[in-house]
């Protein structure tokens, strides 16, 4: 694995930690920042696997 698939694991440990914010912004009634933090755990677990699956144009690319 080269350094790009290691940093996979740091977008995925955001990701997650992104879904725990989310998580008490819901739980304090702050729905549309949940939502929005959501989406962006979203994107991140997305980039980890692109990153884990050494995809170049991610724009371009589907994920098998």
């Known amino acids: 694995m080269n350094d790009m698939a290691d940093r996979s694991r740091d977008w995925l440990a955001q990701a997650e930690q992104d879904l725990q914010a989310a998580a008490s912004l819901a739980q304090a009634g702050h729905h549309e920042w949940a939502c ?4 962006q755990a979203a994107e991140k677990a997305v980039k980890a696997v692109h990153l884990a699956r050494q995809v170049v144009d991610h724009a371009r690319s589907q994920v098998p």
């Open 36 to 39: 929005f933090v959501c989406q």
